[in-house]
Structure formats: structure tokens, C-alpha cells
């Protein structure tokens, strides 16, 4: 037996997509750098598995079929380089190598044209849905070239997530368009895990409630418009009690977030391209603020807040809340999806912002029900240069921004921080607005620069000499 895809890297997704490509009828054979790991996943396979274990990069190529299909699942930065130095020695023109990891776009572009050079067909696949995803049907999203995906496409769109209107799998574009979409993904996926950690401190430090009141409401939320993965995933986490003292798990989890580097990614290129995307920036940088625990023991013993007292009346106020929640997430897709359209128009991949929505519908981690809405403005307006302009998503904003007020204002008298719902609000405000005081930034900007400013009433380049005696 033969290989037919042959995967790099026996991480847990790397294990987890193995056993999903060969339930689907494909051969696999595997290979990882340390062979202990390979060993321990050979002997949980049941025998019958279709599974080639292998324990060097020889063995690895020899057991697969002549036309090599290798897709890498391994952590992103140096290590992608190192495999396919070691790959590129052996592999001959026609092999395709796919980097199912979580690769920066602008090295997936470097790392394709090199392989171009040599006549291999390089794809980055943006890979989404943890590690029960990649077991059962993940969503991808493909970049490179399209004559190499059309031979890889079978495999792909069987093992993706499955949806009435097609598989959670699609070649979006040429170059790095695959990896860019992921990591527009994990920005939004930023701001989603920051929106549900802000509404239950407001719940449980702002409003006092146990956490079991405040699991019950994630419980209704989680079937209501706001209907998600991520929602499903806060419901079940709040629920959770630690067996060894049968307290809430969350009050022993320590309040210092992690992070791999595609939140600080996305931040990178919106400044790069100059999109704003104030709601995924602030939550990037709300895991920093996390990340200096020592630091902020410390101020919590000088930087005294007044005391405030809730006001805002128990049921109304999660109502509202809910709908602050809401009309955030609805700011955070909208901030990924301008820097996504931005960049593929600058780097021309020309991705359908339509078919992303489509297959971010199922398998991702941000799958929502609120992506049907969102698709349909692109489906009308492949080219809406912002979801806020479209016309129907508008509306929705400009009817739930009143609750959405309350809960900023009540937030910022106690002194609870919601860095991603305030910046949200503020993009929003900022966004309608037909004035703003970028005026006064001009003017200051002249007077000790020189820098010159535009006007309202003529043409041209002004300068003013400000100090005059
Ligand atoms: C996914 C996720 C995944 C990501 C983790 C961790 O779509 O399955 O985006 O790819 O690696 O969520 O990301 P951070 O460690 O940066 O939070």
C-alpha cells in the first residue's frame, strides 16, 4: 500500500486531519520530526487503519505514490523552512506540497515562488475548527496556484466541513490568498473570544451574578441571534466545574491569555494597508495587557477607582448587553472582512468575499449564524467596500445602538474595561460621522511641521505661518 497524501507533523491536528483524509478512503502516510511521536500515534491506530507510519524523511517519500501530495502540519515560522529544505532535495517538478499550518501570507508567497522555481506546486491552507474540526470537517481556505489545487481538490472538499450549499472549501485565490483569509479568521476569532470575555465580567463583576446565572445566559444567547461556535464554547466552559475542588473551573484558570501570533499579524497588515480595525486591535492588545499580571498586582494597590454602583436594572440590562455583543461581533466581521478586501485587491488575489462568508459558515471556529446576513450583502455587492454600507446590516446597527450606549456608559462608570465593545463603538461613531476632528490634527500638524493641509472650500495644498508676531 501507498500513500496517497503523505502529512508532515503529528501535532494534534496534524493526528486528528490523518485520520479524517484516510476515513474518507485515502491512503496516508505520516512522518514527524521526533519518531516517538509518530510511534505512540501508530500504536493507537486500529489495525485496519490505512495509516503508513514512517520514520525518516526517505521513508516518508518512499511510501507514498510517485506524484507526490504532502501537506505539512507544522507550527508556523522556521520550521516550515526547515521541512521544505529538506523536501525540496527530494521531490521532483509536478509534486505538490500544501502548508496546512498557520503560516504568515507574505512567507507563504516567498515560500511559493521558490518552490515555483523548482517546478513544485505550493498551496497554503488556511486550516480552521481546532482539533474537532480537523477530525470531523474543518473549513479550508486555499491559496496558490489553481492547476495544482484542481489536483488536490477531491481530498480536499471531501474531508472539509459539509454544508447544504457545498463543502467549507475553496480556492480562493492565487499566492497567499489562503493563508491571508486565515489570518483575517483568527482577528475576527481575537475579537469573538474578547466580546464573550467582556460580557461576563460586565455579568459577573458589573451585575454581581454567580456564574451560574451567568452560564444560564450565555445558554440562551448561544440560541439566539448571536448563535456560534464560540458561543457554544462559552456556554460549555462556564459550565465547567474542577473535579479536584468542584469550583467554577474559569475562577482557577489564571487570567493570562496566550497567543501565537495571528491576532498580532492581522494588526501588523491593517496598519501596513492603513484599515482601521480598532475592535481586533484592542483585543490583541487586551491579551497583552493580560499577559502583565505582575504589573497590574501592582497597580491594582495605587490605581484607586471611585466606587460606582450598578445601575443599570438586572433583565434590561442583559438584554442590552446582548445586543451590545451583538452589534460588536457584527463591527469585528466587518473590520476583518474591509482588511481582507483590502489587501487581496493589493496584492490582487481577487478573493470573493461572498465565498469566503460561504465557507466560514461551517467547520471554522468563527462559524455564525449571522454570516447568512453577512454573505448576502456580498452576494449584492461583491464590491461593498465596508459591511456597514450595506444597507440592511446598517439598520440592524442603528437599532440596537442604543443598548448598545448603555452598556459602554454603565461599563465605564464601574471602571469594568471592554476594550473590544467601547473600540466597536467608537468605529461605528467614527465611521458614520461626516466630520471629524482630524481638522484640528491638520492644523496642529502645520503649525510645528509645515505639513500643509487641504481645505473644505478650495482646491490645492495650504500652508499657514502660524507664528506670526
Ligand atoms: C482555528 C484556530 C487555530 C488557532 C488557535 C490558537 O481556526 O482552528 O484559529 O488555528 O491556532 O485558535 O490561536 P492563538 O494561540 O493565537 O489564540
Redesign the pocket.
Known sequence: MKGQIGLIGLGTMGENLALNIESKGFPVTVYNRTAERTRRFAERLNRAAQIIPTYSVDEFLDSLEASHRILMMVRAGQAVDEVLSVLTRRLSPGDIVMDGG?SFFRDTERRMQNMAKVGIHYLGVG????AE?ALKGPCLMVGGPEDAYSLVESTLTKIAAQLEDGPCCSHLGPGGAGHLT?MV??GI??AFLQLIAESYDILRYGLGFGIERVQRIFERWKNSELSSYLMDVAAAVLGESDSDTGRPLVDLILDKA??????KWFSQTAMDLGVPTPTIDASVSARYISAHRDERLKAKTLLHIPQGEFTGGDENFVDALQDAVYSSVIISYAQGLALLKSASDEYQYKISLAEVCRIWGGG??IRAKLLDQIRSAYVNNADLPNLLLDASVGSLLVNLQQNWRKVVVEAKSLGLPCPAINASLDYFDSYRRDRLPANVIQAMRDYFGAHGYERVDKEGRFHTEWLRD
Open positions: 498557520n486550516i480552521s475548527g481546532g474540526g486565515k479568521h483568527n476569532e481575537y496566550g497567543q501565537k501570533g495571528t491576532g471554522c471556529i
